[in-house]
């Protein structure tokens, strides 16, 4: 009796070793994918902010480049 009380006993251990396991694996995946998502989210920042950046640019050479026709 006591071989099956102890065989139960390691088993239920190992099951709550693999649901752990498990567990921190799901934990792992949720961080790496809210990681990529707030990359991507800076990414599109950052390119959104660059575009912006050069209209600006080129907005302002724009205006240079008529300012210089009129007075020239």
Do not use: H
Request: proline share 0%; charged share 60%; aromatic share 0%.
């Amino acid at each position: 009796m006591e071989i099956i009380v102890s065989a139960k006993d390691r088993q239920a251990a190992e099951a709550n070793k693999n649901a752990s396991i498990l567990l921190e694996e799901l934990d792992q995946e949720k961080s790496r994918e809210e990681s990529k998502k707030l990359a991507a989210a800076r990414k599109r920042e950052k390119k959104r902010r660059k575009k912006k950046e050069k209209q600006e640019k080129e907005k302002e050479q724009k205006e240079k480049e008529e300012k210089k026709d009129e007075a020239g």
